[in-house]
Each structure stands twice: as structure tokens, then as C-alpha cells.
């Protein structure tokens, strides 16, 4: 599978804890996505990068949370300090000119 | 900021029988709306933009700036598009493929 691939996809971690996820965009894609998604809906903005810019922020990414991509291609989320409203599932995307290309997400518990 | 609203959380119709997924969005200049679809178990996944005009799986969706509307549209359902549909939006043309601001989703139950 040559899709954009999220690790891990499951993590339970006990509040207070620093969690980190990483995502592995489609090769040549210069765009990714980090979105969350809470039960019943849609995928919210977190943020995005184009090739290792950072080139725009939800307000939803609180000072706790910081994403980087440093060389353009693989990107890291860090959740530190978690609270149990970080519980959600983590999707990250990717895209190189039309298509936005989603993973299969990173779902965190926190309690 | 953008808002999109899809009203019907849940929608079940019969096989063979028509659909329609609602989905309007605040903006009124010119954003570019799409249409997602996730299977059980798998992941989210593009099914048409309105830039395409195409017809996706039987699908179209039109998009009606007067109504600010993007509503999806089958006119024969199958069991195998049972599924939770996803309509999202660009703020406008200019932010195409930056954020993306999605609906709640509609889950589309098709009974054999």
C-alpha cells in the first residue's frame, strides 16, 4: 500500500503524558494535512505544510500541540502534557496538486 | 470562517430507490466543495469535486450558489454505498487544497 501511512494507529496514553505521532506522506507529495476528528464529526483543521513550511495553524492547535515536517517529506504531531479532550482520531492527508490523499488515522485515548 | 451543514446525521433508503445527501455551506464567494466517502473500516477517501463535473460510482453532485447549496444525488441506491459521506469546502478558490472545512457527515444505510 503506497498511501499515506500514520503510526501508531492506536495509542493509550494516561493524562499528563507527552504523546508523539508520525506520518508518512505519498511519495512526491509536497502538501500534508494534520486534521482531528472527535465522534459524530467531521475532520477539524489542525494545520499544513507545504514541503517543510508551515503554512498555516488552527486556532484548535493549542501551544501544547506542535507539528513539524523537517525535511519535507515524513511530519511528527506532538500532544504534550495530554488532557483527556485530546482523545480523538489523528488523520493526516496528503496531496501534490488536486487530490487530498487521507491516512488511516491515529486514534489517542487519553485517561 | 467557512461552515458547512449537512442536516440528516443518519439516512436509510430501500436499494433501487433515490438519495440525495444535503449539504450546504456558508461561504458565498467561490470555494470548492467535494464530496468524501468513508467505507466500514476503511479510510476517508475523495468521491467527486464540483470542478470535475464528473459522476463518481452514479453519484453527481450540483453546485447551486444562489443556495449555497452541494447536495449528492443518486438516482438508483445500491447496498454498496452504504457508508458515512463527508461534504467539505475551501474557504474560496484561492485557499484550494489549504484547509478544508468538513461536515458532520451523513451515514448512508441502504437496506437490500
Known amino acids: 500500500d503506497t498511501g499515506v501511512s500514520q503510526n501508531p494507529r492506536h495509542k493509550i496514553t494516561k493524562r499528563g503524558q507527552n504523546v508523539t505521532f508520525r506520518c508518512d506522506p505519498i511519495s512526491e507529495h509536497n502538501r500534508l494535512y494534520w486534521y482531528r476528528q472527535t465522534l459524530g464529526q467531521g475532520p477539524e483543521f489542525l494545520t499544513y505544510?507545504?514541503?517543510?513550511?508551515?503554512?498555516?495553524k488552527s486556532r484548535l492547535l493549542s501551544d501544547r500541540f506542535s507539528a513539524e515536517r523537517p525535511k519535507g517529506s515524513f511530519s511528527t504531531l506532538e500532544i504534550q502534557r495530554t488532557e483527556q479532550g485530546d482523545s480523538a482520531m489523528y488523520l493526516c492527508?496528503?496531496?501534490?496538486?488536486?487530490?487530498?490523499?487521507f491516512g488511516e488515522g491515529s486514534w489517542l485515548t487519553v485517561v | 470562517a467557512q461552515r458547512v451543514t449537512q442536516p440528516e446525521k443518519l439516512l436509510s433508503v430501500f436499494k433501487g430507490a433515490p438519495v440525495e445527501l444535503k449539504c450546504n455551506y456558508s461561504y458565498s464567494g467561490s470555494p470548492e466543495l467535494f464530496w468524501y466517502v468513508q467505507y466500514s473500516r476503511q479510510r476517508l477517501q475523495l468521491l467527486l469535486r464540483h470542478i470535475s463535473r464528473e459522476s463518481i460510482k452514479g453519484f453527481t453532485a450540483d453546485l447551486n450558489k444562489g443556495e449555497t447549496s452541494f447536495h449528492l444525488k443518486k438516482p438508483f441506491a445500491q447496498e454498496e454505498d452504504s457508508a458515512m459521506y463527508y461534504c467539505?469546502?475551501?474557504?474560496?478558490?484561492?485557499?484550494?487544497?489549504?484547509?478544508?472545512?468538513f461536515g458532520r457527515g451523513t451515514q448512508l444505510t441502504v437496506w437490500p
Open positions: 492527508a496528503s496531496s501534490r496538486v488536486n487530490t487530498i490523499y
Open positions: 467539505a469546502s475551501t474557504a474560496d478558490r484561492g485557499s484550494t487544497l489549504g484547509r478544508l472545512y
Open positions: 505544510f507545504q514541503n517543510e513550511a508551515q503554512l498555516e
